[in-house]
């Protein structure tokens, strides 16, 4: 039986980054909200709440990127010079926030204000520089003879500052909605209040970000069913089939607006969950089976199959292990985070 290699890798490497994604998305967007919670308390309880799996998190990442350079090493090197500068910046935002979550809970009065800001800053500028690079993505790499030949800050456009700001939207959402679920009493009061604007942020700043980009992409337009050329068409054949994908999104929404309403702990979260998969569903809609947007796809960029297989063999063994230790992690620190149940003092 033969496997199809590249297929699998290039699988393997979508699902790494959408768990990504949604898991760090999460603790990410608890950093985004740092700053609006109402004492040194409330700020120790959000921490508390992501401190047992936020570096598990990033794991994904790893995996991600790995995947990329060692599965789709032509990608990769097209890719990483489009994007160094994001990328270095988002790098940067992770480690400030590795260091100040771990320093936050060390220090005095003085140190403690500057970590908690450095833990909110660094959660930002990692989300921005996520968004950057996403936007870039979306709107085109330009390549040439199998080389990125575009210019350092193509990335940095009005477009991909309004993916930005969707992503940050996002991301509190994801954050907003894990604090309903794991917290309780007066935090979870202003959870669900977070909630609900970020709910309100990401509907706006989605529907804008859907709208631009079938303007400026006519390809990811033509794969919706939409021509934009001379005057405007739509090709209900094209589209009705994909129709499912906004819906799932828009009832993402729906369900984190009527269920927090509802008093629900836990279906905000799912439905932020689903929001991001839509979102997630539309680009691969845009994009598959292209690894850099109309130049490349995955099968061109792949590595040869000796090498694939041969790390096939080392992910069919640890990928096993990451996922039960990330489930057992979950398991063991579930239920809900007061200001006694502290992970970390």
Known sequence: MNLDL???????????????VTLDG??????????????????????????PVWDGNETWLVLGGGGLLAAFPLAYSILMPAFYLPILLMLAGLILRGVAFEFRFRARNRGRRFWTQMFAG????????????????????TVRDDRFAGGQFDWFTLYTLLVS??????????????????????LHGDAKRW???AAVATAVLLAAVSVATLLIHPRVAARWGFDLGDGFALELATLLPLLPIP???????????????????RWPFVGALLVFLSGYLGLAVGFAPYMVPYALDFRQAAAPDNALALMIVGTAVILPMILAYTAWVYWVFRGKIDEEAGYHH
């Open 26 to 51: 999460f603790d990410l967007g608890i950093g985004i909200l740092f700053p609006f919670a109402s004492s040194k308390e409330e700020r120790d309880v959000m921490m508390n709440t992501i401190a």
């Open 165 to 186: 700001a969707g992503l940050v939207a996002g991301y509190a959402l994801l954050g907003g909605a894990w604090l309903m679920m794991k917290t309780k009493d007066n």
């Open 247 to 265: 819906l799932l999104g828009l009832g993402g929404l729906a369900l984190v607006w009527i269920m927090s309403r509802k008093g629900s702990h």
């Open 195 to 197: 909630t609900g604007w």
């Open 122 to 141: 660094g959660s930002i500028l990692t989300t921005v520089a996520q968004g950057f690079v996403l936007g870039g993505f979306i709107q085109g790499v």
């Open 6 to 20: 590249p297929l699998i890798w290039a699988g393997l490497i979508a699902v790494a980054v959408l768990l990504y």
